[in-house]
């Protein structure tokens, strides 16, 4: 951060935002010591600290479980010391909202949060409904509320842990060790034969849908792959991960074994793994709308 800050200089950084947990590396939570020390470095630069706030729950639970100094603690303390170090948040309340929709932006600069009233009347309602029904508001609060009782995340995290052991013991690759919200395979270990720049990940997301109607999402080339307009090279990502994220209150433990049948079925059937292409994408966030053919 502070190499950052020096080289392209504070003046270019509007803010800095800190995803808890971090989605595209695995699951992982964010640790409230590293929390604090991006406050401590965002204040010596004088730079707002911004959470992504839409799993802050699990990040918490997952805190208490896994670092020094935090197992006796309650999680809505442990929320309520990162929300503390923070600025503001952005919050998908479709994750630990526990809502159907909707989510907000939460600000500690009253002027900032006056522009942002004055903008929401003009793009998508008054303040006390803010383009969602009230309905959904309500549900929102209920839901950030019942999000930190830890029967609840007790729960949720033991069934995300049952499926990353139980494909473990399947033999199927995934980063380890289990996060919060997802298991997430290593699609570069699941089908070596598919270079990254043939999408492996998009190649077990097919097939996991084709073979047992599993929806899962690829975090590789397609999503942090980067195009070269002048050479029109293509370079892939960092990883090559297919997310399994687990909807909350959703799914009982059959579903999950099922899950572990499809997956393991699908790695034994690995080598059939095919290539893919791009045929169709749009010039930003291209994984959410792109389309691909395998490759003869
Ligand atoms: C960490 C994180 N932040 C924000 C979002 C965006 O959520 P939405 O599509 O509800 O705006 C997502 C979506 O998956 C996410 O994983």
Not at 12 to 27: K, Q, Y
Not at 131 to 155: M, N, P, T
């Amino acid at each position: 951060m502070r190499r950052a800050f020096e080289e392209h200089g504070r003046e270019r950084i509007p803010l800095v935002m800190v995803t808890v947990t971090n989605n595209s590396g695995g699951g992982q939570p964010v640790a409230l010591e590293n929390l604090k020390q991006v406050a401590a470095v965002c204040h010596e630069y004088d730079r707002p600290l911004y959470l992504d706030a839409c799993r802050i729950a699990e990040n918490a639970y997952l805190v208490k479980l896994r670092e020094p100094g935090c197992s006796k603690r309650a999680v809505r303390d442990i929320v309520a010391e990162m929300c503390s170090l923070a600025d503001g948040c952005t919050m998908s309340a479709k994750k630990d909202g526990m809502a159907n929709i909707g989510g907000f932006l939460a600000t500690r600069d009253a002027e900032i949060a006056r522009q942002e009233k004055d903008l929401l009347i003009l793009t998508e309602g008054y303040t006390t409904y803010g383009g969602l029904a009230g309905r959904d508001l309500e549900a929102i609060a209920v839901g950030l509320d019942e999000v930190v009782q830890e029967e609840y995340l007790r729960y949720r995290i033991t069934s995300t842990k049952y499926l990353g052991e139980h494909l473990t013991r399947a033999g199927v690759p995934i980063l380890q060790p289990p996060g919060g919200h997802a298991i997430y395979l290593d699609a570069l270990r699941f089908a070596p034969h598919v270079e990254p720049l043939c999408f492996p990940g998009i190649s077990v997301c097919v097939d996991l849908f084709v073979l047992a109607g599993i929806r899962a999402v690829e975090i590789g080339t397609s999503m942090f792959g980067t195009h070269d307009d002048v050479t029109g090279e293509e370079h892939p990502a960092a990883r090559e991960l297919v997310r399994l994220a687990i909807p909350r209150r959703v799914y009982t433990q059959s579903h999950v074994d099922y899950v572990v049948e499809a997956v393991a079925e699908l790695y034994r059937r690995r080598k059939r793994l095919r290539r893919f292409r791009i045929v169709e994408q749009a010039p930003f966030l291209r994984h959410f709308t792109a389309c691909f053919k395998p490759v003869a």
